[in-house]
């Protein structure tokens, strides 16, 4: 039975639930018209177990190695312990406390699930995904080119720049290792004082706080060349 249309960008959606037995499938399409498809079963009965995850919030983004995984239990069921796992595997078979330190082994992103169990083996959970994101920016200046001769007071600045994990947080501007300012933008203006060559650095963060920078050089001359003319010799008339 059909309960709902998500569109491309959409990673959640509520479906409602019976007593007894649930399959909920998804079926993804892209845009050539071809499709992928996944299924889940649940299992609802009233009174179960239920799981709410305090922290972190989902697809958190983190540049460090683990997580601190803080959840509660709630429900008529009597309570006996919890489960967690990371992915399809699990990292800690039994525990009350309502705390857990998960390690994120290496860059991606994790599905971090905690399941309470009740003294019958019924069991409800709850799962939040968390990326980890050690990797810089990519970020290229693209106007004006290195070593570039200008006669302008404000130069723009323009570059671009991308991050696959955690995303692009913001710019700082630096001219001569100075900071001139931040943006969200990609694009920034620059004063240049005097004729001078100048170094303009623009380094992008990403939401963890990774960073990478791109450098250049300009010169700035707004003086005039000079043209001198020798004097014509003329050859003497006899």
Do not use: M
Not at 31 to 46: R, W
Not at 201 to 227: C, H, M, Q, Y
């Amino acid at each position: 039975i059909l309960v709902g249309r998500a569109g491309g960008g959409q990673t959640g959606f509520v479906v409602s639930l019976t007593a007894g037995l649930n399959t909920i499938e998804l079926i993804g399409f892209g845009i050539n018209g071809k499709s992928a498809s996944d299924f889940i079963q649940v299992n609802y009965l009233e009174g179960a177990l239920e799981v709410t995850i305090h922290s972190p919030t989902n697809n958190f983004a983190t540049s460090s190695p683990s997580v601190l995984l803080e959840y509660s239990v709630s429900g008529t069921g009597n309570f006996d312990h919890f489960e967690i796992w990371r992915n399809s595997t699990l990292i800690k078979a039994s525990t009350t406390a309502e705390s857990y330190s998960v390690p994120l082994p290496s860059e991606g992103t994790w599905n971090l699930t905690v399941v309470a169990v009740d003294t019958f083996n019924n069991k409800g959970k709850r799962s939040v995904f968390v990326i980890r994101d050690t990797s810089a920016p990519q970020i290229a200046i693209s106007s004006p080119a290195d070593n570039a001769a200008v006669k302008v007071v404000e130069l723009e600045l323009k570059w671009t720049a991308s991050d696959s994990r955690s995303g692009l947080s913001h710019y700082e501007i630096y001219c001569d290792e100075i900071l001139q300012g931040t943006t969200t933008e990609k694009t920034f203006l620059v004063s240049l004082t005097i004729d001078k060559s100048y170094t303009l650095a623009v380094k992008a963060f990403d939401k963890v706080g990774n960073s990478a920078t791109a450098t250049i050089t300009v010169l700035r001359d707004r003086v005039a060349p000079e043209l001198f003319c020798d004097p014509l010799s003329l050859p003497e008339l006899e």
